[in-house]
């Protein structure tokens, strides 16, 4: 091989193309009759007039029904606000233990693993329903789900980051002779900070979205409201509702961002 | 005003930007609180109500809805497989 000579074209450039087609042939499965899902595209446009009327009322809301909506909108953000402060103060710790660096007791860590995944493994809205049977309608279950499913995030998603993290300083502190407890204290939570108040502040935002729905299953909030407004077709009423949940996720998100920015 | 020395600290960072947002997050913290129409003694009852709920489910599964169950999980999977490739 002489020094013009092009380089061997790297080999495996097939395997793009098999994983396309992979995906490919899996979503005609899950798309198909047979087996899948039933998805049909005549059911669209053969309903497609349906459908165009409730979006001609949705493009027309009823701003005379803003006052009604006021005070479930202000019992949604109170939930998410309580929900996200109380799973912020229970997932720090339970972080620290889900993660190797900071937890390398094997068989805690795995207790506590397990239970989060299993906390995970439950959707919202069923943890809601269970909830109002168990302490009645009103915005406590609504509470309780929101936190169970925050801290199911949080935990995850901070601990996956303390692992990710430089084991370097960790070392250092225990080569100092500091206990789990001080490193965990003085070393890991202020490197987890930084995701710890990402992973916090993106939850918020999460609850107010969640719990607009909770209230569907009678877990306070919006939700009840637009139960009862879907169930009388006044999509007007249901898209006034839409922005307001709108205009209050655009200015969490705004108002997090800024918050982001100065603290971590 | 006296010149620093090369020997001095410099001054500390200041932390008035984050003294103000936690004295802004704990003022709406404490207001939802205080807002929220909640019974929170029925908090009190929940423990037990939770041991009951899982009695209840758990106690005695009816492994007749498992086929049904499975199914059920397999259209789940299928749609979201679905709507993550179309997305």
Redesign the interface.
């Known amino acids: 091989m002489s020094a013009l000579d092009l380089p061997p074209r790297p080999r495996g450039r097939w395997k793009p193309l098999v994983a396309i087609g992979v ?1 490919l042939v ?2 005609a ?3 198909s009759p047979q087996v ?2 039933s ?1 049909s595209f005549d059911a669209i446009v053969r309903n497609w007039q349906n459908g165009a009327s409730k979006i001609l009322a949705l493009v027309q809301p009823d701003w005379s029904f803003f006052p009604r909506t006021i005070p479930p909108l ?2 949604t ?3 998410a ?2 929900a996200t ?1 109380v799973a912020s103060l229970v997932s720090l710790p339970l972080s620290l233990w889900a993660a190797r660096l900071t937890n390398p007791n094997r068989w805690t860590r795995g207790i506590v693993r397990t239970l989060l995944n299993i906390v995970r493994s439950i959707p919202d809205l069923l943890y809601a329903s ?1 909830l109002v ?4 309608v ?3 279950p609504g ?2 789900a929101l936190l169970l499913f925050n801290i199911g995030i949080i935990v995850k998603m901070v601990s996956e980051n303390i692992e990710a993290n430089d084991a370097g300083p960790l070392e250092a502190g225990r080569a100092a002779g500091g206990t789990q407890f001080q490193i965990n204290r003085v070393i890991a939570t202020a490197d987890a900070l930084p995701a710890f108040v990402n992973q916090t502040l993106y939850v918020l935002e999460l609850n107010v979205r969640a719990s607009t729905v909770l209230g569907l299953v009678g877990a306070g909030g919006l939700g009840l409201l637009i139960d009862a407004v879907r169930t009388f077709y006044r999509y007007d009423q249901l898209s006034l509702i839409i922005l307001e949940i709108l205009v209050v996720v655009i200015v969490i998100d705004t108002t997090s961002d800024a ?1 982001r920015r ?2 971590v | 005003m006296s010149v620093p020395s090369l020997f001095t600290l410099p001054p500390r960072p200041s932390r008035r ?2 003294v103000a ?1 936690g004295i802004i997050v704990t003022l ?2 404490v207001a ?2 205080w ?6 003694a ?2 009190g ?2 423990p037990a ?2 041991l009951r ?1 899982l009695w209840l489910m758990f106690s005695a599964p009816d492994w007749t809805k498992l086929p049904e169950a499975l199914l059920q999980t397999w ?1 789940s999977v ?2 979201a ?2 709507e993550r ?1 179309s997305a």
């Open positions: 995906i899996i979503t499965i899950t798309l899948g899902i998805f202000l019992e953000l109170e939930m606000v309580i402060f269970v049977a168990m302490v009645g009103g915005a406590l509470i309780v918050i100065r603290l | 930007g984050r947002v709406i913290v939802a609180f807002s929220i129409n909640i019974n929170w029925r908090l009852s929940l109500e939770i709920y259209r299928e749609m497989w679905s490739c």
